[in-house]
């Protein structure tokens, strides 16, 4: 898809790693988890965004306004050029990082096969990085983060956090 290395980027940004907006304020700043991460799917045909924490019982409803509030943040305000480029330094070392392992190399060539995916997508993976601009990122935030169609999925002790999660929506309760 010509957005992968667009939303790789926005991820990384708002939950990829421990300097994301997810984890400094889940974490750094509220104190309410040890780590707050996002995800994006690369699948062609099915694909998922999902934000997760674990946290204190107590701090449910909280963290989960945070992180709306990160999801809507980051659609409607953008990344910074400081973030984007921050980014694109972590994600660059990690790619480099797995270049180490056979395994990776083996998995380049399936995903390139599976995919259907250009012969250079892999060689050429760090310049298709680089060349990511914050307009790209941001106008790819709009268009892919709908914190308005978000599934809340929060595990707990139902009679504790239930009523708080109303605030969020209608709440159905599953049990075991």
């Known amino acids: 898809h010509p957005d992968f290395f667009i939303t790789r980027l926005m991820n990384y940004v708002l939950g990829g790693g421990a300097s994301s907006r997810l984890f400094m304020n889940l974490r750094e700043d509220k104190g309410f988890t040890y780590g707050a991460y996002s995800s994006i799917g ?26 709306i509030y990160e999801i809507k943040n980051l659609a409607e305000n953008g990344v910074t050029e400081d973030e984007l480029q921050a980014a694109k330094a972590n994600l660059g070392g990690s790619f480099g ?38 307009e790209d990122v ?39």
């Open 97 to 134: 990082r797995s270049l180490e392992s056979p395994s990776t190399i083996a998995s380049f060539a399936i995903n390139t096969e599976r995919y259907g995916l250009p012969d250079d997508f892999y060689p050429t993976y760090l310049q298709q990085l680089n060349v990511v601009q914050v």
């Open 42 to 67: 690369s699948d062609k045909l099915v694909t998922s965004f999902s934000a997760r924490a674990s946290v204190k019982q107590t701090a449910t409803d909280s963290a989960i306004h945070e992180m």
């Open 138 to 176: 941001n106008t790819a935030a709009r268009k892919y983060l709908k914190p308005e169609n978000l599934y809340i999925t929060a595990v707990g002790n139902g009679r504790e956090i239930g009523e708080k999660l109303k605030v969020f929506g209608e709440v159905t309760r599953y049990t075991n």
